[in-house]
T-cell receptor
Framework: GVTQSPTHLIKTRGQQVTLRCSSQ?????VSWYQQALGQGPQFIFQ???????GRGNFPPRFSGLQFPNDSSELNVNALELDDSALYLC?????????????FGPGTRLTVL | AQKVTQAQTEISVVEKEDVTLDCVYE???????LFWYKQPPSGELVFLIR??????QNEISGRYSWNFQKSTSSFNFTITASQVVDSAVYFC??????????????FGTGTRLQVTL
C-alpha cells in the first residue's frame, strides 16, 4: 500500500519541513492533500513522471518532488501556524480520473 | 468552481439503526465523478464508491447503498443496520472527468458517524 513518513512531526513557525510518501508499487501518479482539523482534504498538487501535473490553491512555498522509484516528497518552507494539518498522499496507477486513488495514512504536522 | 456540502457535522445512532449521510454538490461540469470515502481514526481514507454522472442508478453493496439524484445535485449514502465498526468520518467528494490527470478531488467537510451499542 501507500506509506508515509514520519507519522507525526512538530515544527516551529518559519522552519522548513519535508514529508515523504512511497507510492503503491507500479503507480506513477501521486497527489498530495492537506486536511486541517475538522475539515475535508484539500488538493495541493499532483506529480506524474516527476513533473507537476496540476496544482490547487496553495502558495509556492509548498513544493514537491517525485523520484524515479515513484516515491514523492512534499516540502513546505517558511512554516505558518495554519500549516498545522494532516498531510495525505495518494497514488494512482496511471493518469486518467477513472483510476482509483489509494491514500496513505498521512503525516500529522504541528506548527508551534 | 466545484463545491461539496455535507450539512450533517455529526450523527449518533444506536447499533442496528439505519442512517443516511447527505451530500449536495455544485459543479459547472456536465460530466463528473462523485465519491464517498471513509476515514477511520487511523487517518487513512478508504474508498467506498465512485459514481459517474452519466449513471443515476442507485447502487447497493451489502449494507451500503447510494442514491444519486442529478436533478437535486445530491449523492446520499445510507448504511443499513449500522455497526460499531461503521464509526468514522465519511467524506463525499467530486472530481472532473479528465484523461490527462488523476482525480483532483474536491471534498466536503465530512460527517462524523458514531455508532453505539
Amino acid at each position: 500500500g501507500v506509506t508515509q513518513s514520519p507519522t507525526h512531526l512538530i515544527k516551529t513557525r518559519g522552519q522548513q519541513v519535508t514529508l515523504r510518501c512511497s507510492s503503491q508499487s507500479g503507480h506513477n501518479t501521486v497527489s498530495w492533500y492537506q486536511q486541517a482539523l475538522g475539515q475535508g482534504p484539500q488538493f495541493i498538487f499532483q506529480y506524474y513522471r516527476k513533473e507537476e501535473n496540476g496544482r490547487g490553491n496553495f502558495p509556492p512555498r509548498f513544493s514537491g518532488l517525485q523520484f524515479p522509484n515513484d516515491s514523492s516528497e512534499l516540502n513546505v518552507n517558511a512554516l505558518e501556524l495554519d500549516d498545522s494539518a494532516l498531510y495525505l498522499c495518494a497514488s494512482s496507477p496511471q493518469l486518467g480520473s477513472d483510476n482509483e486513488q489509494f491514500f496513505g495514512p498521512g503525516t500529522r504536522l504541528t506548527v508551534l | 468552481a466545484q463545491k461539496v456540502t455535507q450539512a450533517q457535522t455529526e450523527i449518533s445512532v444506536v447499533e442496528k439503526e439505519d442512517v443516511t449521510l447527505d451530500c449536495v454538490y455544485e459543479t459547472r461540469d456536465t460530466t463528473y465523478y462523485l465519491f464517498w470515502y471513509k476515514q477511520p481514526p487511523s487517518g487513512e481514507l478508504v474508498f467506498l464508491i465512485r459514481r459517474n454522472s452519466f449513471d443515476e442508478q442507485n447502487e447497493i453493496s451489502g449494507r451500503y447503498s447510494w442514491n444519486f439524484q442529478k436533478s437535486t445535485s445530491s449523492f446520499n449514502f445510507t448504511i443499513t443496520a449500522s455497526q460499531v465498526v461503521d464509526s468514522a468520518v465519511y467524506f463525499c467528494a467530486l472530481s472532473e472527468i479528465n484523461t490527462g490527470t488523476a482525480s483532483k478531488l474536491t471534498f466536503g467537510t465530512g460527517t462524523r458517524l458514531q455508532v453505539t451499542l
